[in-house]
């Protein structure tokens, strides 16, 4: 098999893990039984080694359509061909009323002939890198890995499976009317086994948990149901254990086919942003919860705060090349971890301070003990906001001053201060003031350039950054501001082609310190679209909305980057995308509908 293309892939899950499903019917990746595990398939970064989990009808001349169930992440496949169709049903269950499965359910269906399936599953355990032992019966394979750190599963299955080597495959009849059923999950007692009859309630009781969740939005607007899909994609990747969020379940996806790249992942904040503006208001909370935890750090040099942890709060998280992979289309190295959470990036705390914003106006007040964390986070950001970062993007290329990190400095004081106002609380509000002001005294003096008429990317430059349009998203600058409108238009000049934007200009400012070039970054495409919604330039806004929908996938789905060509490119699907995409398309339909009120709403 060839690598499929990323944009045709869906995913399932149940805030726990999340499966790719592509329209071939194969699950290519599945990170078991955590969000953070180590594989068990993994065909997207070694369509050899990797391991899938495949059911496949045989027709000719098939075509297929792939489609979520409304308001669900349930995932349908639809293969159609003159002999037959068959549809196969994907999803993970959600009980509500009982100890959460951790399973994957494959039903396949014939609606029409009688038609020949076949079924593979190769899970190949950590990585790709360990070995595994099969017992076997008639409707029931275990997988019993030799690495003690990966957890054994077992697949039941309503026809006769055998052995093939170490792998499971199943030839199998259906006619008209007839179903088979696969059932992925933990290794089970024989009295504690799945009953499959079972699983058409499941099915029922999955289904309504997403549509029950879903019908919680309180956006009615012209693109609901793009919306309620980016809404969906972000809440199975909200871990329902910890409260945490991942921004992709992939790793190591290239940003440029048979580039360099390393993963990141970023930003929880945007992404309870982007939920609050729906009505979503528990997983703020649990969040904030989880955020409790990470408060108790003190590292002189990175602050309190480290640019990310691991689901459970864990801090190391090394990375490791695994070199005995290909890589998406040879796209090599293959890497876990992110050497990048030893970075300095002083925009965190701007973000971190805003989600305690949130979280306080929108759910439950600040505790005394959480005001005295925001209290110490505030004194070391106060000590230490001059200094030179890696910035947003992760950058390897060296520490700069940057105008992200600098604006986003501007927004933890600026939080802090409305927040103490507020709810009444007590603390240095004069020495925060005073920070606040220096910081923005500092960026309109050291940040705009008056030969570009622009604000830079870092101090001492002529570079353009895309992340300059969250200024006036964050409130640093009215986004009818003649600075800002003019460096909106620079911005227009340099990196954007249409409805395409780029981060930054690679091959002028050398900033990332990797080699290769990267596509436009989808997020800051929706960013400028908002800003020209803010800036009252509504038609044009309206319609680079709807021709960017356009680039998403088959299934409303949004990776990190668009290639040259339009194909999606890097980690899928992308958090930071899906809620770009929330917060515009909220902001674009109050203002089209003439409800917006000032532009600083």
């Known amino acids: 098999m060839a690598f499929q293309p990323i944009e045709n892939y869906g995913v399932i899950g149940n805030m726990q893990s999340i499966a790719l499903v592509g329209t071939n019917g194969s699950i290519d990746f599945l990170c078991y039984p955590d969000f953070d595990s180590p594989t068990v398939f993994a065909a997207l970064l070694d369509d050899h080694k990797g391991g899938r989990f495949e059911i496949r009808p045989q027709l000719t001349n098939m075509r297929v359509r792939q489609l979520y169930l409304p308001n669900t992440n349930i995932l349908l496949t639809r293969f159609l061909a003159e002999e037959g169709v068959v549809e196969l049903t994907d999803y993970m269950p959600i009980e509500e009323d009982a100890e959460q499965p951790n399973e994957i359910v494959r039903m396949v269906a014939v609606i029409r002939g009688n038609v020949r399936l076949n079924m593979r599953c190769e899970p190949r355990f950590n990585y790709a890198a360990s070995k595994h032992q099969l017992e076997i019966s008639d409707h029931c394979a275990t997988f019993l890995p030799a690495d003690s750190g990966c957890s054994p599963i077992s697949l039941y299955s309503t026809v006769a499976m055998q052995r093939e080597s170490q792998d499971v495959?199943?030839?199998f009849s259906l006619q008209a009317g007839e179903t088979a059923t696969f059932l992925l999950g933990p290794v089970c007692a024989e009295a504690r086994r799945p009953r499959m009859e079972l699983v058409g309630k499941r099915f029922l009781e999955t289904a309504h948990f997403w549509k029950a969740w879903a019908s919680n939005s309180n956006y009615k607007g012209r693109w609901r149901e793009m919306?309620?899909?980016?809404?969906?994609?972000?809440?199975?990747?909200?871990?329902?254990?910890?409260?945490s969020l991942i921004a992709a379940p992939t790793f190591s996806l290239p940003e440029s086919i048979g580039g360099v790249r390393f993963t990141w992942l970023r930003d929880a904040a945007f992404t309870l942003y982007a939920l609050i503006r729906l009505g979503f208001v528990d997983e703020t909370e649990a969040f904030i919860e989880w955020l409790k935890g990470r408060l108790g750090g003190d590292d002189a040099q990175r602050g309190p705060l480290q640019v990310m942890y691991g689901l459970n709060g864990r801090q190391n998280l090394e990375e490791v090349s695994l070199d005995h992979l290909s890589g998406y289309e040879n796209s090599r190295p293959v890497r876990i971890g992110n050497a990048a959470y030893k970075q300095l990036q002083l925009d965190i705390y701007g973000e971190m301070m805003d989600s305690i914003y949130l979280a306080n106006k929108y759910g439950h007040p600040s505790t005394h003990a959480g005001w005295l964390d925001v209290q110490r986070l505030l004194e070391w950001l106060r000590k230490n906001w001059q200094r030179p970062d890696e910035g947003i993007w992760e950058v390897r290329g060296g520490a700069k001053e940057f105008l992200h990190s600098?604006?986003?400095?501007?927004?933890?004081?600026?939080r802090a201060l409305r927040l103490a106002q507020k709810r009444s609380l007590s603390g240095p509000l004069d020495v925060w003031r005073r920070t606040r002001d220096e910081i923005r005294?500092?960026?309109f003096t050291n940040f705009w350039d008056d030969e570009l008429q622009s604000f830079v990317q870092a101090k001492g430059t002529k570079d353009l950054d895309a992340s300059a349009m969250l200024m006036p998203m964050m409130r640093f600058i009215s986004p009818v501001d003649p600075m800002w409108l003019s460096t909106m238009r620079a911005i227009e000049k340099r990196l954007i082609e249409d409805t395409l934007v780029r981060r930054y200009k690679t091959d002028r400012s050398r900033v990332d310190g990797l080699p290769g070039t990267e596509g436009s970054f989808t997020a800051c495409s929706f960013w400028y679209i908002e800003c020209l919604a803010r800036a009252g330039?509504?038609?044009k806004a309206q319609l680079l909305f709807e021709k960017l929908l356009g680039y998403a996938n088959h299934l409303g789905l949004y990776s990190e980057e668009l290639g040259n060509n339009g194909r999606h490119l890097g980690n899928?699907?992308?958090?930071f995308t899906h809620l770009a995409l929330i917060s515009a398309a909220t902001y674009l339909d109050r203002a089209l509908s003439g409800t917006r009120g000032a532009v600083w709403r």
Do not use: T
Request: charged content about 25%; glycine content about 2%.
């Open 227 to 243: 919306v309620q899909r980016s809404a969906l994609v972000l809440k199975l990747l909200i871990s329902r254990k910890h409260g």
């Open 169 to 171: 495959i199943s030839e």
């Open 406 to 414: 600098r604006v986003m400095c501007w927004v933890a004081f600026d």
């Open 537 to 539: 330039e509504l038609e």
């Open 441 to 443: 005294n500092d960026i």
């Open 572 to 575: 899928f699907p992308q958090a």
